[in-house]
């Protein structure tokens, strides 16, 4: 598990030792956690929720998990995730991971990916956020409702949490 925190490095306003941008420095030191945001093998196994942890980097709180495989692994919180629950890899539930062709109208989302073959999750990352699903348009593509109000276009294959972002502000 320690793989996946790192050292952050400080930005001091320093430059070879010489102030360049004065008033920077101090602060405290934090621990950097990789989280995995490319989660193609969470949607084929089942994982359990071993803890939810504060990150002071993020806004929403972060799942540590473990996959069927021994695993480890930093996932953004949902709303409903507690210790010890599990999420089976291809079965649909509330913080589970889904195809959005799969979802039906109405499902709150988020951690929605971008591309067709890219599980990178790009949109509704955010502390409290969701998505709405609208549906269907045409045979390729599902319309999501942003938290921005605003409608986009999604290919049918990209991936989304389904549930609302923990840490609700």
């Given at each position: 598990?320690?793989?996946?925190?790192?050292?952050?490095?400080?930005?001091?306003?320093?430059?070879?030792?010489?102030?360049?941008?004065?008033?920077?420095?101090?602060?405290?030191?934090?621990?950097?956690?990789?989280?995995?945001?490319?989660?193609?093998?969470?949607?084929?196994?089942?994982?359990?929720?071993?803890?939810l942890r504060?990150?002071?980097?993020?806004?929403?709180?972060?799942?540590?998990?473990?996959?069927?495989?021994?695993?480890?692994?930093?996932?953004?919180?949902?709303?409903?995730?507690?210790?010890?629950?599990?999420?089976?890899?291809?079965?649909?539930?509330?913080?589970?991971?889904?195809?959005?062709?799969?979802?039906?109208?109405?499902?709150?989302?988020?951690?929605?990916?971008?591309?067709?073959?890219?599980?990178?999750?790009?949109?509704?990352?955010?502390?409290?956020?969701?998505?709405?699903?609208?549906?269907?348009?045409?045979?390729?593509?599902?319309?999501?409702?942003?938290?921005?109000?605003?409608?986009?276009?999604?290919?049918?294959?990209?991936?989304?949490f389904i549930g609302?972002?923990?840490?609700?502000?």
């Amino acid at each position: 598990m320690s793989s996946l925190i790192l050292g952050l490095k400080q930005l001091t306003g320093r430059c070879r030792g010489r102030i360049i941008v004065r008033h920077r420095g101090g602060g405290v030191k934090n621990k950097y956690r990789l989280i995995d945001f490319n989660r193609s093998i969470s949607h084929y196994l089942s994982y359990k929720v071993i803890e939810l942890r504060y990150d002071p980097n993020r806004t929403v709180n972060l799942a540590l998990i473990l996959y069927s495989t021994g695993i480890f692994s930093y996932i953004g919180g949902s709303v409903g995730m507690a210790r010890n629950m599990v999420f089976g890899g291809p079965i649909g539930g509330l913080g589970a991971i889904q195809f959005l062709k799969s979802l039906r109208r109405g499902i709150l989302v988020n951690s929605v990916s971008l591309g067709n073959f890219t599980f990178n999750a790009v949109f509704i990352r955010a502390a409290g956020t969701t998505g709405l699903v609208l549906g269907p348009y045409f045979s390729s593509y599902m319309l999501v409702k942003l938290p921005s109000k605003k409608h986009r276009l999604f290919f049918s294959y990209c991936t989304a949490f389904i549930g609302q972002n923990s840490n609700n502000l």
